[in-house]
């Protein structure tokens, strides 16, 4: 039964045989590194990897780091690698996505660095076409669109605010700020690895780290490629990181806008690109509007629900004013959000 099933997500519903069996060489260094975090999702995991098995780019690895996974996810991990001598599994202590992929990171060995969320899955041509293009416009960074693939309903919607072609770097960092149509997104770009390893870039121990980190990657890119495809499916679930949102999710994605300041105070960009920063912080303010009345509704707690939102607005004006000492409050940030239970009790002891 258990080989039944592994043989079943191998395949990935996809005929048997097309898939990439191995690499010529076992030294060979590979172009690509495609970095993985696995972490209890057995449902998910197998259809990643296949869809990576079957790409028509040839020349990459696959690093999959197990980050303590309670499920059958690490036997899945294990058996793709037996199959597949570029597949590499990292297996460790449970340390949250960031760490995970700074470990795979760490023992990566291609020119170009790729990272795919383990719920999720690619076009078969992903990998190709973001290759062709850094190489083809010699871009430190391509991107693709995508798709959200809601699974509760089976359907697919595109994601609509797009623009493609060549954009320099204050182009391309303009956009991504923006945050609408280069979106701060780590799973939908290829970058050239001395993005990371030039600059000691690695991810931040938070939810959000993709916002935290990409500025950072875009403000020493000299060339950033957009491809107006969707070639990266986005699984929309009942795990997914929005799905499960709650106060302390909603207080690093405020952290976010205050290490986004400071990488940009950091590169002498703030003053260059302060109302591109300033349009992130609204940006984020509405969502966060949205993320505190979601999770006083799911607790069915709405006192306390409009002190939230004044201390998100309230904090993310601070994070814009010119005087403000960023480092300062790296240093020493409190939490913004309350739970709706605490601040419920806060009410009733008034």
């Known amino acids: 039964m258990e080989a039944a099933f592994l043989e079943r997500i191998t395949n990935g519903g996809s005929p048997a045989g097309k898939g990439r069996t191995a690499l010529t060489e076992r030294n060979h260094v590979p172009e690509i590194s495609v970095i993985i975090p696995v972490y209890n999702v057995e449902k998910f995991v197998g259809k990643c ?29 294990h058996h793709f690698a037996e199959k597949y001598d570029f597949i590499h599994v990292i297996d460790k202590e449970n340390g949250g996505m960031s760490k995970a992929r700074n470990a795979g990171m760490s023992i990566a060995c291609g020119r170009y660095f790729s990272f795919v969320d383990s719920d999720d899955y690619v076009a078969p041509t992903f990998l190709e076409e973001l ?33 493609k072609g060549v954009f320099t770097r204050e182009e391309a960092l303009d956009k991504v700020l923006h945050d609408v149509q280069i979106q701060s997104l780590v799973w939908n770009k290829l970058y050239r690895r001395e993005l990371f390893t030039d600059y000691s870039i690695t991810f931040p121990a938070m939810t959000f780290e993709d916002m ?15 491809l107006d495809r969707p070639l ?32 940009l105070e950091k590169n002498g960009l703030y003053e260059k690109y302060k109302k591109s920063y300033q349009a992130l912080v609204r940006k984020t303010c509405n969502c966060c509007y949205l993320y505190v009345f979601k999770i006083h509704t799911q607790k069915k707690c709405m006192r306390g629900c409009m002190e939230n939102m004044k201390r998100v607005s309230r904090t993310l004006r601070h994070y814009s004013h010119d005087d403000m000492s960023i480092q300062a409050l ?3 940030l409190p939490d913004v959000v309350a739970s709706p239970e605490k601040l419920e009790k806060d009410f009733s002891v008034r």
């Open 330 to 332: 790296i240093n020493h």
């Open 49 to 77: 990897l296949s869809s990576l098995v079957q790409q028509t780019f040839q020349d990459f690895e696959i690093i999959a780091v197990n980050d303590g996974s309670t499920d059958d996810s690490s036997m899945i991990l």
């Open 212 to 226: 935290a980190t990409a500025n950072k990657l875009f403000a020493h890119a000299n060339r950033v490629v957009v």
């Open 131 to 163: 290759y062709r293009a850094c190489v083809e416009y010699d871009a430190d960074i391509s991107c693709c669109y995508y798709y959200y693939h809601y699974l509760s309903t089976d359907v697919l919607f595109e994601y609509p605010f797009r623009c």
């Open 232 to 263: 990266y499916y986005y699984n929309q679930h009942q795990y997914s990181t929005l799905a499960t949102i709650d106060a302390n999710k909603i207080n690093d994605f405020i952290y976010a806008m205050a290490l986004v300041r400071a990488s």
